[in-house]
Structure formats: structure tokens, C-alpha cells
């Protein structure tokens, strides 16, 4: 016979048992460390980070270490070494980190301020120069990202190979890794090098606007540059936005409480997550790894081309 008190008791053994598995992940780890991929300078990475980071703290009850990566190389290796437990990570790094066998599975990406949850790559030029094409600029001087940037490398030599350039070191005079996004739009607003590959969404939601934004761009006068000092040349079909990944072998309950923490973080914590994109995100879309299956597929094809020069 079933009596309340056996009711009772096995409640309060559930909710014991329940109590401990919440407790499970941060006895095993009490830290766990974000590690977000290059794409502004240093400071700027951790004055958006830092609040959000902060939240996350409060939300899973651990303490979470932000890393800023020098590159994104450096988010790859952190993961497969288990170092990093949770990484922003871009399109063409996450699918990178996948093809070479890091145990990272993606759990998040943003939703961008009209809902859709795509980007795309871009060819900026100064709109002071006479170039209006990509044929205008054969023997000028490139400046991309980083190898694994998804915006400032790979989809860039895509779709110069659809133009017929199938070598991009070889139709340009010179191309330049600068190592972040700003780092590109800085190189062409100096005059280092004549088209910049960046990452945009809107003209409002671009790593541009957010350095013109903060007045990081000036004019030979010094006088601050503005939008209309840029012009885009080329635009890509749409990216998927990079996603938000946690290592594959951590614990399920922590793997919830670290989607739970993101999806509610617009309303439990607004200003934190404003400053994450200026206020141009509304939130996080749930994300499974295989949403980056066709990125995958395009790191492979840049590989071939790659290979191809190489032969």
C-alpha cells in the first residue's frame, strides 16, 4: 500500500537527489573559462564581454573567466585542449574546430535585430577611391581577417573564385592577414591597403558602424570619418551567424544551466546584452552543431583551393 509518508519520503529523496545533481558541475568545475574570438581589439572585446560574462557568473553559480583570444586559432586549440569550456566562435572556426576533431558542439547564435539569424561578407573600399569592382582592383593591395575567419577569409576567396579568381595571392598585389576585423577597416582607412573583407548585417550592425561608432576612424585631418567615407563593392549570399559551443564532455546539467543562462539574458539581464552588440541583437536562437554542416562544406572547398595553388 502506497501511504503519504511513502509519498513524502520519496519526494524529498528526488528532491535531495535533484539538489546534488544541480551541485555535481561545480564541484567539478568551479571556474570555467569564455573564450571569444579576435573580432575588435582588446579592450573593446573586453568592455562588451565583461557584463555578460559577469551575468553568466552570477547565473551558473561558478566563476566565468573571459579570454580574449589572439586569434582564432587560439579558441580551437583551447577547446581541444580543454582549456576553454565555452567559446564564441565564427562560422568558418566552429566548422574548422569540427573538421579537425574538437569536441565542441554549438548550443546558441545571435538573432539579429529583424529576426533573420544570418550576416554576410563584404568588400569595402574607401568611397574617395576610383574603384567600383573587384575588376578595378587587380594589383591593389587586400586586407582579410584572419585564416579562420569565416566574413574576412573564406567566404571572401568564394567568391572571388566565382568571379574567376581563383588565386587570390596572385590577382592582387599584396594580401594581408591583419588579425581582426577592426584591424582590416583600420588597414584600409589608413591607406594600407585598398579593400578590406569584414563582416556585415545592416548598416547599423557592422564592425564598421560600431567603430564609427566610437570614433576609432579619422580623416588625414583628423576629423572623425563617417559612413559614407566607405563603399561596398561585393556582398555575399547570406552567412549563418557564428555560434555559441560548449565542450562536448560536460556535464548535461551544466550544458542546460549554460543555454538557460543565454536565452534568458535579454530579459535578466538587458543591459548586459545590449552591450554585447550595441543593442542590435534580440536574443540567442537555439543552435544544434549540424546548423553548420554547409560551413563545413565550404572550409573543405577553400582547403581544395588551397591545395590547388600548392600543386
Given at each position: ?22 551541485q ?45 583570444a ?21 562560422s ?113 550592425d ?36 557564428g ?50 554542416d ?18
Amino acid at each position: 500500500m502506497i501511504t503519504r509518508r511513502i509519498v513524502l519520503a520519496g519526494a524529498a529523496v528526488l528532491a535531495f537527489a535533484g539538489s546534488a545533481s544541480a551541485q555535481d558541475y561545480k564541484a567539478k568545475y568551479p571556474e570555467l573559462t569564455f573564450a571569444v574570438v579576435p573580432a575588435e581589439n582588446a579592450s573593446g572585446v573586453t568592455e562588451r564581454w565583461t557584463p555578460f560574462v559577469a551575468y553568466l557568473s552570477k547565473e551558473l553559480g561558478v566563476k566565468v573567466n573571459l579570454r580574449i583570444a589572439n586569434d582564432y586559432a587560439a579558441v580551437i586549440e583551447g577547446q581541444r585542449a580543454g582549456n576553454i569550456q565555452i567559446a564564441s566562435y565564427g562560422s568558418a572556426s566552429f566548422a574548422r574546430a569540427r573538421l579537425t576533431g574538437v569536441k565542441t558542439d554549438a548550443f546558441a547564435n545571435d538573432i539579429n535585430a529583424d529576426g533573420s539569424t544570418g550576416y554576410y561578407s563584404v568588400f569595402f573600399v574607401k568611397a574617395s577611391s576610383p574603384y567600383k569592382s573587384i575588376d578595378d582592383l587587380k594589383g591593389k593591395n587586400l586586407g582579410l581577417v584572419d585564416p579562420n575567419s569565416t566574413s574576412g577569409n573564406n567566404v571572401p576567396r568564394f567568391e572571388l573564385d566565382k568571379m574567376g579568381i581563383h588565386d587570390a595571392e596572385g590577382y592582387f598585389g599584396k594580401v594581408v592577414f591583419t588579425g581582426s576585423h577592426e584591424n582590416a577597416v583600420l588597414a584600409l582607412s589608413q591607406g594600407t591597403v585598398d579593400v578590406a573583407a569584414n563582416q556585415w548585417t545592416s548598416d547599423d550592425d557592422s564592425t564598421l558602424a560600431q567603430m564609427l561608432t566610437k570614433g576609432m576612424l579619422k580623416n588625414a585631418d583628423g576629423s572623425a570619418m563617417k559612413k559614407d567615407d566607405f563603399r561596398i563593392i561585393h556582398k555575399s549570399a547570406p552567412i549563418i551567424n557564428g555560434p555559441y559551443a560548449y565542450n562536448s564532455d560536460l556535464p548535461e546539467d551544466l550544458k542546460a544551466a549554460i543555454a538557460k543562462a543565454f536565452f534568458e539574458s535579454p530579459t535578466k539581464d538587458k543591459a548586459a546584452f545590449d552591450r554585447l552588440s550595441d543593442g542590435q541583437k534580440k536574443g540567442f536562437h537555439p543552435a544544434t552543431t549540424k546548423d553548420w554542416d554547409g560551413t563545413i562544406e565550404l572550409i573543405k572547398f577553400v582547403d581544395s583551393l588551397r591545395k590547388k595553388k600548392a600543386t
